[in-house]
């Protein structure tokens, strides 16, 4: 059953893909940074599609790689869709390389939609890259969950 919360804008086609999903919590170890600039680096390189919510600081760090490149993107909104589209988005879609999905109708994202949002990215993704997750974040529940798809930096 398809759920009616869920609105796409752009390329759909991207879902069919093999998808790595980045996942990182709000306090990261400095050391870890610099390897997930690298991670991103590949990933665009190489032109893998990375599924995220890019909302945390690292998250949009690491969007601020991926965008320079050609590979697909699929950005998971934790709110209603875009009203007006960015204009950095754009040329994007334009292109057919992003894929933009809103899984709540909210005017803003919460803890609640934010975690519905990470377990969307989670359940989507073939592979998945936590980082900075302890006992302690949010994306804890979610890597035990999903532990069997862990990829490690």
């Known amino acids: 059953m398809k759920d009616e919360r869920i609105t796409y804008l752009g390329n759909p086609s991207l879902l069919n893909l093999p998808k790595a999903a980045f996942m990182a919590s709000s306090t990261i170890p400095l050391d870890m940074v610099l390897r997930c600039y690298d991670w991103a680096v590949k990933m665009?390189?190489?032109g893998c599609c990375v599924i995220s919510g890019f909302s945390s600081r690292l998250e949009k760090d690491v969007w601020d790689f991926l965008k320079e490149g050609r590979?697909?993107?699929i950005l998971v909104l934790a709110r209603?869709?875009?009203k007006q589209i960015p204009m950095e988005l754009q040329a994007m879609l334009d292109s057919g390389r992003l894929l933009i999905i809103s899984t709540s109708s909210a005017s803003r994202q919460s803890k609640a939609t934010a975690f519905a949002?990470?377990?969307y990215i989670c359940e989507q993704a073939e592979k998945i890259l936590f980082v900075g997750v302890n006992e302690n974040s949010s994306l804890f529940p979610l890597l035990q969950q999903?532990?069997?798809k862990c990829i490690y930096l």
């Open 44 to 46: 665009r390189d190489e």
């Open 71 to 73: 590979q697909p993107i």
């Open 80 to 82: 209603g869709m875009y």
């Open 117 to 119: 949002r990470n377990r």
């Open 146 to 148: 999903f532990h069997s």
